[in-house]
């Protein structure tokens, strides 16, 4: 009997690992069986789906949108230069366009005053190159800095240069008056599109970019 009850005792670890064992089997399984129903519920609702897709797509839709934005943003500089070019060339040409007849009169005026003062500015362009040679030609024979004809060439190379100066200074700030004019004009003539031989390569120059804004915004809806 001492035998049978040591035998029966040494067989109880052996039976309460079995039971203490049985439990973790039954989680993993049970375990095992949520995921496959998550993954079965996953595959079946479309929305979930697409909101973990978004989610794990976002930040590179992100950066194809600011890509996209980016482009587009060129592309509309890219028309308005080309509309403003339109416009320039057909002032420079002096074409009959009713709408803009104002403009195209306030751009003439401008145009002349700007031919004026360039022709100003290559006279005294001229004068100052003179007087700095003859200072020059001063310099090498020698002579020095207090012969009043030194003197004085000196003062007027420094009134020439700031007359130089102003001269610019207003033909620039009159091509900046232009631009806007250029730009009126050539919204006018791309929208009306005179049949005009000389304007008929920007007109297809503008329908190419159009098309590529167009494209640009449809892919940005997405």
């Known amino acids: 009997m ?18 203490a064992g049985l439990p973790f089997w039954l989680l993993y399984l049970l375990l095992s069986i949520i995921l496959l129903l998550l993954f ?3 595959l079946q609702d479309k929305n979930l789906r697409q909101k973990i897709s978004f989610f794990l797509t976002g930040p590179r839709r992100r950066l194809n949108q600011l890509k996209l934005e980016v482009r587009l943003r060129q592309e509309k500089r890219k028309k ?22 104002k403009e ?24 100052l190159e003179m007087l700095k040679l003859e200072k020059r030609k001063a310099l090498a024979t020698g002579q020095n800095g207090k012969a009043p ?33 250029h730009l009126t004009i050539g919204q006018v003539v791309n929208k009306s599109r005179p049949d005009y031989e000389e304007l008929a390569f920007l007109y297809f120059q503008v329908d190419k970019i159009e098309k590529t804004i167009k494209a640009l915004e449809t892919e940005l809806k997405k």
């Not at 509309?83 to 074409?95: D, Q, T």
């Not at 002349?112 to 006279?123: A, C, K, N, V």
């Not at 007027?156 to 004019?181: F, H």
Request: hydrophobic residues 35%; glycine residues 4%.
């Open 80 to 101: 308005e230069d080309l509309v403003r070019e339109l416009g320039k060339l057909a002032a420079a040409k002096r074409l009959k366009i009713p709408e803009v007849e």
């Open 40 to 42: 079965i519920n996953f």
């Open 2 to 19: 001492l035998e049978t009850a040591s035998e029966r005792l040494g067989f109880l670890p052996e039976l309460e690992g079995q039971k």
């Open 104 to 127: 195209l009169s306030d751009i003439r005026a401008l145009e002349d005053e700007s031919y004026q003062l360039q022709g100003l500015w290559h006279e005294t362009y001229r004068k």
């Open 149 to 181: 004809s030194f003197s004085q060439d000196g003062e007027n190379i420094t009134r020439l240069e700031n007359e130089k100066k102003l001269l610019e200074d207003r033909i620039m700030a009159i091509n900046e008056q232009l631009e806007p004019y």
